[in-house]
């Protein structure tokens, strides 16, 4: 019996691991919410306007989508990785009764359609940056905006910066805009 156990264990232990890696490879920051503030600011540096297709990149407890879809009036996305931040920025956005304006889609940002996009909103890491910045080359629309909050993309010369010195929490902030 002890034989079995280990020998199914030893049999399942390389899908364990590819599963543990896949998961490290896909997720791309730690979630780390922005304080409302800094939401407002980033959607007001990016020109969102209503009736505009945005989508927040990695996004989190859906505090951006539902904010542009809210009170910019945006048609808007955000894909999140992780199923509890799905679920629970989900269950919000049905709470506030938003459904036909907001949306968390549960999958890998670096593999969504984002061609429609107008305005994209991200808070990842400078190397998650670069790891979708060719996709988003490919994808985007001459004339979508980008919003990056802390993080420059390399290779890319933002046509804005904007520095909020207190954030109403007693931290600083810098947001890149770019037009692709």
Known sequence: MHL?????LFLALPLLVAQS???????LAPFYPTPETVVERMLTLGALKPGEKMFDLGSGDGRVVIMAAQKFGADATGIEMDSDLHK???DRIK???IEKKARIILGDITRQDLSGADL???Y??????DKIRPMLEKQL???TRIVSHDFLFSGWTPVKEEHIEDDGEGRSHTLYLYVR
């Open 141 to 143: 629309k001459k004339g």
């Open 4 to 8: 079995r156990r280990f020998a199914l």
């Open 95 to 97: 709470g506030l009764g």
């Open 120 to 122: 994209l909103t991200v």
């Open 88 to 90: 629970q920025s989900t």
């Open 21 to 27: 890696q896949k998961t490290d490879i896909e997720k």
């Open 124 to 129: 990842l890491l400078p190397s998650s940056n």
